[in-house]
């Protein structure tokens, strides 16, 4: 389906792709079933793009919701974090909250990436009930002026809220006017959380601003050895990897400038570190800006590190290069996997993240002999954006890495978690998001927290997580202390139950 950038909203996940947030099984059956929703509708999801009658991987909907997010918050992970813009939040003031913990990501991305430590640029309009009833388009108005006369930024984003989407305030029409006063991009992303059932929709909503209003249509020259690395806040391992193949790194979109934003078209190739990230971003700048996507696995393990740098040398005429890097590369880390492997004989592992991140560590814990059973991944795309074969990411686990026989599909429940953790009962489990390690903690299992998303990318990452396995192994006595003296806030009947999708498949009966 070509990516529409003539609207200022984005087609949600669910439109596009058929995102899923619950759904429990093995990895292969739902590669099985996501197959067979591609196949019988041209590769579409619940809007039936192909043409034919639309069909969806079965879900299972609970009746709550304990511990997940919204689109909104990550918009500010990514237009907030835009070093030289500043994000409006139209909202009330809770939707906010979140500013505390997206500075000290954002702070601590800058230091791992040697740029100027700050805090974000966030400015909320504070709506309130009497804005509820005559709009706060004013208020917004008010609230670009302040930004502009603050901080003299070279871009402003306008993320808008469940509060402005029922009240309607006309947020296109704000920012096009003041847009014209200021002389800077004033950009609406319209990411309203009821919108979406899952939070990725909101990295769509603002990299969609930014390739409406930044990105060069018709950029004067191309970079041959520019490549864009689409990614979080993670530490800088892409440079010297690329560096190898003469290639320049352009990080985006956290951590980036507006200028290093509006520079994606000249680039001669685009990659993803995860592609639930990239999906959207880089086949809108292949199709809108002719920037080629790296259609290959993602970075993880020998198989997809190798694939992407053979495609990436291909894409960019550098195959010699990226060929002898690999050789270079195997010779150096094998025998150091080869004393990982040894020492993680038995260990068991369980990886709870976002879906194609998932794939990818999995991989990786593979690759160093420990045992994965089980996976939480907080949603699923049934296909990416591209469409490619190539870019999916469970497909190659499955080929790559074998099966895992519990696979689940939720959106952060802890209540969920408890009974996934008991049924494979891993000695240590690798999270990204806060919530979860706490109970694993009561439970008696570390946790190992990926707060730089690199961490584990590439050969070099494979031995760096297979050194963090073994550092957390050395707590497992402290957190078997922890799980003697504390108690569950859950029922017993709710701790004694087996399946963790019990209450929704209660409900759908």
């Given at each position: 389906?070509?990516?529409?950038?003539?609207?200022?909203?984005?087609?949600?996940?669910?439109?596009?792709?058929?995102?899923?947030?619950?759904?429990?099984?093995?990895?292969?059956?739902?590669?099985?079933?996501?197959?067979?929703?591609?196949?019988?509708?041209?590769?579409?999801?619940?809007?039936?793009?192909?043409?034919?009658?639309?069909?969806?991987?079965?879900?299972?909907?609970?009746?709550?919701?304990?511990?997940?997010?919204?689109?909104?918050?990550?918009?500010?992970?990514?237009?907030?974090?835009?070093?030289?813009?500043?994000?409006?939040?139209?909202?009330?003031?809770?939707?906010?909250?979140?500013?505390?913990?997206?500075?000290?990501?954002?702070?601590?991305?800058?230091?791992?990436?040697?740029?100027?430590?700050?805090?974000?640029?966030?400015?909320?309009?504070?709506?309130?009930?009497?804005?509820?009833?005559?709009?706060?388009?004013?208020?917004?108005?008010?609230?670009?002026?302040?930004?502009?006369?603050?901080?003299?930024?070279?871009?402003?984003?306008?993320?808008?809220?469940?509060?402005?989407?029922?009240?309607?305030?006309?947020?296109?029409?704000?920012?096009?006017?003041?847009?014209?006063?200021l002389g800077v991009p004033v950009i609406p992303v319209h990411c309203e959380g009821f919108k979406?059932?899952?939070?990725?929709?909101?990295?769509?909503?603002?990299?969609?601003?930014?390739?409406?209003?930044?990105?060069?249509?018709?950029?004067?020259?191309?970079?041959?050895?520019?490549?864009?690395?689409?990614?979080?806040?993670?530490?800088?391992?892409?440079?010297?990897?690329?560096?190898?193949?003469?290639?320049?790194?352009?990080?985006?979109?956290?951590?980036?400038?507006?200028?290093?934003?509006?520079?994606?078209?000249?680039?001669?190739?685009?990659?993803?570190?995860?592609?639930?990230?990239?999906?959207?971003?880089?086949?809108?700048?292949?199709?809108?800006?002719?920037?080629?996507?790296?259609?290959?696995?993602?970075?993880?393990?020998?198989?997809?590190?190798?694939?992407?740098?053979?495609?990436?040398?291909?894409?960019?005429?550098?195959?010699?290069?990226?060929?002898?890097?690999?050789?270079?590369e195997h010779a150096r880390v094998k025998p150091k996997i080869a004393a990982l492997r040894e020492?993680?004989?038995?260990?068991?592992?369980?990886?709870?993240?976002?879906?194609?991140?998932?794939?990818?560590?999995?991989?990786?814990?593979?690759?160093?002999?420990?045992?994965?059973?089980?996976?939480?991944?907080?949603?699923?795309?049934?296909?990416?954006?591209?469409?490619?074969?190539?870019?999916?990411?469970?497909?190659?686990?499955?080929?790559?890495?074998?099966?895992?026989?519990?696979?689940?599909?939720?959106?952060?429940?802890?209540?969920?978690?408890?009974?996934?953790?008991?049924?494979?009962?891993?000695?240590?489990?690798?999270?990204?998001?806060?919530?979860?390690?706490?109970?694993?903690?009561?439970?008696?299992?570390?946790?190992?927290?990926?707060?730089?998303?690199?961490?584990?990318?590439?050969?070099?990452?494979?031995?760096?997580?297979?050194?963090?396995?073994?550092?957390?192994?050395?707590?497992?006595?402290?957190?078997?202390?922890?799980?003697?003296?504390?108690?569950?806030?859950?029922?017993?009947?709710?701790?004694?139950?087996?399946?963790?999708?019990?209450?929704?498949?209660?409900?759908?009966?």
């Amino acid at each position: 389906m070509a990516i529409n950038l003539k609207t200022p909203t984005v087609e949600t996940r669910e439109q596009r792709l058929g995102t899923i947030i619950g759904w429990d099984g093995t990895a292969s059956a739902l590669a099985e079933e996501s197959a067979f929703s591609r196949g019988d509708c041209g590769g579409c999801g619940p809007s039936g793009r192909g043409g034919g009658k639309a069909r969806r991987v079965c879900e299972l909907t609970g009746p709550f919701t304990q511990g997940s997010v919204c689109s909104e918050q990550m918009v500010e992970t990514q237009a907030g974090n835009v070093r030289d813009a500043v994000l409006i939040q139209h909202s009330p003031i809770g939707c906010g909250a979140g500013q505390v913990v997206y500075n000290q990501r954002f702070r601590n991305g800058c230091k791992a990436r040697g740029l100027p430590v700050r805090n974000v640029r966030f400015i909320s309009t504070n709506l309130r009930e009497r804005d509820m009833v005559y709009g706060g388009a004013d208020k917004l108005d008010a609230a670009i002026r302040a930004a502009f006369e603050r901080h003299k930024p070279a871009a402003i984003f306008i993320a808008t809220s469940c509060a402005s989407g029922i009240i309607g305030d006309d947020v296109d029409s704000v920012a096009r006017h003041a847009e014209a006063k200021l002389g800077v991009p004033v950009i609406p992303v319209h990411c309203e959380g009821f919108k979406s059932k899952h939070w990725s929709t909101g990295f769509d909503a603002a990299q969609h601003g930014v390739l409406r209003q930044i990105v060069r249509k018709a950029p004067a020259k191309k970079q041959d050895d520019l490549v864009n690395v689409i990614n979080l806040w993670g530490s800088d391992v892409f440079t010297p990897m690329l560096m190898e193949l003469g290639l320049r790194v352009n990080y985006v979109m956290p951590l980036s400038s507006v200028e290093e934003l509006a520079q994606m078209s000249e680039a001669a190739a685009t990659v993803s570190f995860c592609y639930t990230l990239g999906s959207y971003l880089g086949t809108a700048l292949e199709q809108e800006f002719g920037v080629p996507q790296i259609k290959a696995p993602q970075p993880y393990g020998f198989p997809g590190t190798d694939a992407l740098l053979r495609e990436l040398g291909r894409v960019t005429g550098r195959e010699d290069r990226a060929e002898a890097y690999i050789a270079q590369e195997h010779a150096r880390v094998k025998p150091k996997i080869a004393a990982l492997r040894e020492k993680l004989r038995g260990v068991k592992g369980y990886v709870a993240t976002g879906s194609a991140y998932s794939h990818g560590l999995i991989e990786v814990l593979r690759e160093l002999g420990v045992e994965v059973d089980g996976s939480l991944v907080f949603h699923h795309d049934p296909v990416y954006d591209s469409e490619d074969p190539k870019q999916d990411s469970l497909a190659h686990l499955l080929e790559n890495y074998g099966d895992v026989d519990f696979f689940t599909v939720g959106n952060r429940q802890q209540f969920q978690f408890y009974n996934l953790l008991q049924r494979v009962n891993p000695d240590f489990i690798i999270i990204r998001h806060n919530g979860l390690a706490p109970l694993a903690a009561r439970v008696g299992i570390p946790a190992i927290p990926l707060g730089d998303e690199h961490h584990a990318l590439g050969y070099q990452g494979m031995i760096n997580l297979g050194e963090s396995v073994l550092a957390v192994l050395r707590h497992r006595k402290f957190h078997q202390d922890i799980a003697r003296h504390v108690r569950l806030p859950y029922k017993t009947s709710w701790l004694r139950e087996k399946d963790p999708f019990a209450l929704a498949r209660a409900q759908a009966s």
